[in-house]
C-alpha cells in the first residue's frame, strides 16, 4: 500500500510540472511565438505614442520573461539612404523593404536561451549545440495613418552591404576555447544555414530572420544528449505506464465497493420483509416472533344416544 501512494505521488507530481510548465510557455513553435510577439507589439501599445524613429522597447507579459523585444519605426526611403542601428543589428546603407510601403515596423527580438530552445527543437541541428540566445530581426508595416490593427509582415533585403548581428553581449562564450563557432541562420522553411563568422562573435546576413550561435558537439557530448533524450522517453513511458495501472487498481476499488454496497442493501432489504417484532429482553433490544395458540377442535361429530345419556347422569 505504501508503494502504491508513493506511485501515485510520483505521478500526480509529475502531471502538475507538465501542466504547469504547458501553461508557462503554450506556444511550442518559432511561427507562433512571432506571431505572439507581433500581435503584442501592435495592440499594447498606443500608435499615437509610436513616434518614427525612436526605439522603443515592448514589455511582454511575466509568463514569457527571458525575452526582450525592441521596436522602431522608420520610412522606407530613410531605411534606404541611411541605414540602422537596433540592438545587436546594423542595418547598413541600401537596404531595403519590400514590399515598398511609406513606413516600416522594425522588430528586433533576444530570445534569451530559455525559449531559444524552440528553435533547437523545431529544426534540424543535430550534432551541434547553441552557444547564445536566437536574435530575430522582422518588418511589419506602419503606414502613415498609424493603423496597426492589420499588420503583415514586410521583407528586408540588403543588396549592396550585408546586415551585421553581433553576438559579443549575449554569447555565453568566454573565448573561443579552441572550438569556432559558427552562424546559424534558421530560415522560414525549416532549413538551417550554417555559415563562418565575418569576425569574433559576429555574423552577417543578407536578409530578415532569426539567428544565432553553435559549436560543433564533440561526440561524448552527442552520446550524452542521447542518454538523457532516452532517459526522458523511459521516464514519460514509465510514468504512462504507471498512470494505466493506477487506473485500473482505481477501477477495481470502485467495483468492490459498489458490490458490496449491492450486498448490504439485498440484507437490509430481506431484514425488512422479515417484518419481526422486537421486544426488550433485559435492556437489549431483539426480535420475536408472534406466539399464536392452536385452538382445539374436535376431529369427529359424536352425538350421544338418551340411554347413554341416563347411564351418565345415574
Not at 449491492?262 to 440484507?267: K, L
Amino acid at each position: 500500500m505504501g508503494s502504491l501512494f508513493s506511485l501515485t505521488l510520483i505521478i500526480l507530481s509529475w502531471a502538475s510540472s507538465t501542466s504547469i510548465k504547458a501553461e508557462a510557455q503554450g506556444i511550442g513553435s518559432d511561427h507562433l511565438l512571432d506571431l505572439y510577439i507581433r500581435d503584442y507589439t501592435f495592440k499594447a501599445h498606443d500608435q499615437h505614442l509610436i513616434k518614427t524613429g525612436i526605439l522603443h522597447t515592448v514589455l511582454l507579459p511575466a509568463n514569457f520573461s527571458g525575452i526582450r523585444v525592441d521596436m522602431l519605426r522608420l520610412r522606407c526611403g530613410s531605411l534606404r539612404r541611411y541605414g540602422a542601428q537596433i540592438r545587436e543589428f546594423h542595418l547598413d546603407v541600401g537596404v531595403t523593404v519590400h514590399p515598398c510601403v511609406e513606413r516600416v515596423m522594425v522588430v528586433t527580438q533576444n530570445l534569451g536561451y530559455n525559449w531559444s530552445s524552440i528553435f533547437y527543437a523545431n529544426y534540424d541541428i543535430s550534432g551541434y549545440q547553441l552557444v547564445s540566445p536566437i536574435l530575430g530581426l522582422l518588418a511589419y508595416n506602419a503606414g502613415s495613418n498609424m493603423n496597426f490593427s492589420n499588420p503583415y509582415e514586410l521583407g528586408i533585403l540588403a543588396e549592396e552591404k550585408p546586415i551585421t548581428v553581433d553576438f559579443s553581449n549575449t554569447t555565453k562564450l568566454t573565448n573561443m576555447q579552441g572550438n569556432r563557432p559558427y552562424c546559424a541562420s534558421f530560415e522560414s522553411d525549416g532549413k538551417v544555414t550554417l555559415a563562418n563568422q565575418a569576425s569574433p562573435y559576429v555574423c552577417v546576413a543578407k536578409r530578415h530572420g532569426h539567428f544565432g550561435l553553435v559549436i560543433e558537439m564533440a561526440p561524448e557530448q552527442l552520446s550524452k544528449k542521447i542518454s538523457r533524450w532516452k532517459l526522458v522517453v523511459g521516464s514519460s513511458v514509465g510514468a504512462a505506464l504507471g498512470a494505466f495501472l493506477l487506473g485500473l487498481l482505481l477501477v477495481a476499488l470502485l467495483v468492490k465497493v459498489k458490490k458490496k454496497s449491492r450486498m448490504e442493501e439485498m440484507e437490509r432489504r430481506a431484514y425488512e420483509e422479515e417484518a419481526l417484532q422486537v421486544s426488550m429482553v433485559g435492556h437489549v433490544r431483539a426480535p420475536t416472533a408472534a406466539v399464536t395458540r392452536t385452538l382445539p377442535i374436535i376431529e369427529h361429530e359424536y352425538v350421544p344416544s338418551p340411554q347413554e345419556i341416563a347411564h351418565f347422569c345415574l
